[in-house]
């Protein structure tokens, strides 16, 4: 009987948690992806959702979850030394619309760090085209837990899904 990896078993409950939501109606997915690289036998998913009644271009949320050749070999392996390696990464990113300003910036920084806390690494990152003078620019926030994420946390990531809807509602608000 095949036993599934860590990987695995994490990314059918947040799949599973992400949909049930999806279903009632709390929002909305919006993408998904799963690769699976076989030149470095690592794994990525990666799904993506909005707020019901948000507008995707202005505001959105992804969760990523990520393990390389030694996740996998930590696992199969089975060794006492390689089990603190038996996991996966985790990464939690927002896509916003919003006015170039600083002070918009700073309000997204403070808000997520209040939701996320200051053990998290958040970084921003704004992407315009210096050719044009829009008054609305593209930004990405990243929440980066510096850690691996293992099968006894699985529980952990439900409420990571809360945070993210939480940060999604905050983040709305400022970017009104």
Not at 59 to 71: I, K, Q
Not at 82 to 101: D, M, P, T, W
Request: aromatic share 8%.
């Amino acid at each position: 009987m095949f036993d599934p990896t860590a990987f695995e078993n994490i990314k059918v409950v947040i799949e599973g948690d992400i949909y049930d939501r999806d279903l009632s109606g709390e929002i909305i997915v919006i993408d998904r992806n799963d690769w699976i690289n076989a030149a470095k036998l690592s794994r990525k998913y990666e799904i993506s959702f909005i707020k019901k009644g948000f507008k995707q271009e202005l505001l959105s949320a992804n969760m990523t979850l990520e393990a390389g050749l030694e996740n996998l070999s930590a696992e199969l392996l089975q060794n006492e030394n390689a089990k603190q390696l038996a996991g996966c990464i985790v990464g939690i990113s927002f896509r916003l619309l919003h006015k170039n300003e600083l002070n918009v910036f700073k309000e997204v920084q403070k808000a997520l760090v209040e939701i996320w806390g200051t053990e998290r690494a958040i970084v921003q990152t704004a992407m315009i085209d210096p050719l044009e003078n829009k008054s609305l620019i593209q930004s990405q926030v990243q929440v980066s837990f510096n850690r691996l994420v293992f099968e006894e946390q699985i529980d952990d990531l439900s409420e990571m899904v809360d945070y993210m809807i939480t940060s999604l509602e905050k983040l709305k608000i400022i970017i009104d």
